[in-house]
């Protein structure tokens, strides 16, 4: 098994950027990959230093990559780096010249946590050409209505992400809005996972969005039970993920 940490200037981000990349043994001429992403107090070291992947994808035969946004939900902020077009377009290009990463959709996947899972489904709604999978775990995914919780320093936050906080519902950013895109365009979609615990804060947006996937024929496997907003939920649930990805395992 290889950790990899890469750092290297990020033109998305004008400034530099910091990966991690775990290449599982024995190296092969093309792995399967999933995009792994944190959330919003973490980076991209916390899925190695708080869980067991590692182990768990060695016998999968997949990579998986790690980046770090900061505090930037997945966005081209209005006022900061575009993390959107980071996360999309430089990094899938930068790991698969570096390393013997599938450039076939079937074998790319991403999934995150909290503030990593809005940005897991909003990568796979607003580009379902490029993944096959898409898993969020507790995931943050609507922004719109976390609005009237947010404090002062907050939403002027979130004003430089996001810009005008009025115009959020129903732009790029709004989950709601890309899934209605994305079923009325007809285009291939790809398979999602949806998990929250019951006592997780975020768990009735969780129902809520869950409700609205059914609503819209999505495919979706969803699952709840007891859990907090913590690592020992996500810990047991990014297992639960890697099982479920349409993987072709490896032979022997």
Known sequence: MALIQCSYQSDALGSPATIQVILPEPLRKSYPVLYLLHGLLD?????????????????????VVMPAVQRGWY??????????????????????????????????????????????????????????AAASLSGALDVVALLPTLDKAER??????????????????????LARHLVKSRARRP???????????????????????????????????????????WDHMIQRVLAWLPLELPTP
């Open 43 to 63: 980076d991209q070291s916390v899925w190695t230093r708080q869980t067991s992947i590692e182990r768990y994808v060695q016998p999968l035969g997949l990579a």
């Open 156 to 177: 002027k936050e979130w004003q430089a992400i996001f810009g005008n906080l009025k115009k959020l519902a129903g732009s790029d950013n709004d989950l709601d809005y």
């Open 75 to 132: 966005t081209d902020m209005v006022s900061g780096p575009g993390y959107f077009t980071f996360v999309a377009d430089e990094l899938p290009a930068l790991v698969k010249g570096m390393f013997p990463i599938s450039t076939r959709r079937k074998d790319t996947f991403v999934a995150g946590l909290s503030m990593g899972g809005y940005g897991a489904f909003k990568l796979a709604l607003a580009h379902p050409k490029r993944y096959a």
């Open 191 to 233: 398979r999602l996972f949806q998990c929250c615990g019951t006592e997780d804060f975020l768990y009735d947006q969780n129902v809520s969005f869950r409700d609205l996937l059914k609503s819209l024929r999505v495919r979706l496997t969803y699952e709840d039970g007891p859990g907090e907003h913590d690592w020992a939920y």
